[in-house]
């Protein structure tokens, strides 16, 4: 049986690299993560940084 949850992820780097945090994010937590599928992005911009951030359905086992 798996669950779908979402999460949210950002890296200065670019989309892929936020959306590899979250889900590096997740397994950290003990998490096994099956897929996932991004549903958002978007982009801040402070002080003439960026940070790319990343919406996501991820599908967890729950056995």
């Known amino acids: ?27 950290k937590n003990g998490e096994k993560v099956r897929f996932y599928r991004e549903e958002m992005r978007g982009i801040r911009e402070h002080s003439g940084k960026k940070e790319y951030s990343v919406k996501l359905k991820v599908a967890v086992s729950i056995f």
């Open 1 to 27: 049986m798996i669950r779908v949850i979402e999460v949210f992820g950002s890296s200065s780097n670019n989309y892929d690299d936020a959306a590899k945090n979250a889900v590096d994010s997740l397994v």
